[in-house]
């Protein structure tokens, strides 16, 4: 992929890429810098030397998508048995009063294609999704 859409920007030609500890202290450098953040806390900072705010205009209305369906199997962080046993542990908890909410969450992942068009996928979810 060759650019990156934050709300009403584009940004393009990645300048800087910091992980960890350093990507922290490199934000407050000058730049447009994207964080990203992963559950685990593992932090990557990504400075781009292109950004440009997009125009606003009226939405077009929706476009075929180039999108093409996934066709094989996802991957999931947690089978139909941990589930349950996360689901009655997180029950226990709220019966001894040491919780009162949770989410129980699970990660679901899927191989793309080289070629997968991203930005087909952006437009698919936009047209269910516009928020």
């Known amino acids: 992929m060759d650019h990156a859409r934050f709300a009403d920007r584009v940004a393009r030609e990645v300048v800087d890429v ?3 500890s350093e990507a922290l202290d490199a934000i407050s450098r000058e730049g447009f810098w ?11 900072a990504v400075r781009f030397g292109d950004v440009s705010r997009a125009t606003p205009a009226a939405p077009p209305p929706p476009a075929p998508v180039a ?5 094989r199997h996802w991957c999931t962080s947690l089978d139909r048995a941990a589930y349950v046993g996360a689901v009655r542990e997180v029950r226990e908890r709220i019966a001894a009063g040491t ?4 989410n129980v969450c699970r990660v679901l992942s899927h191989e793309l294609a080289a070629d997968a068009d991203l930005d087909g996928l952006d437009a698919l979810l936009r047209q269910g999704n516009p928020a």
């Open 34 to 44: 994207a964080v990203v953040a992963t559950f685990e806390g593992e932090v990557t």
């Open 18 to 20: 910091r992980r960890g």
């Open 99 to 102: 919780v009162y909410q949770v």
């Open 67 to 71: 999108w093409r369906p996934l066709d």
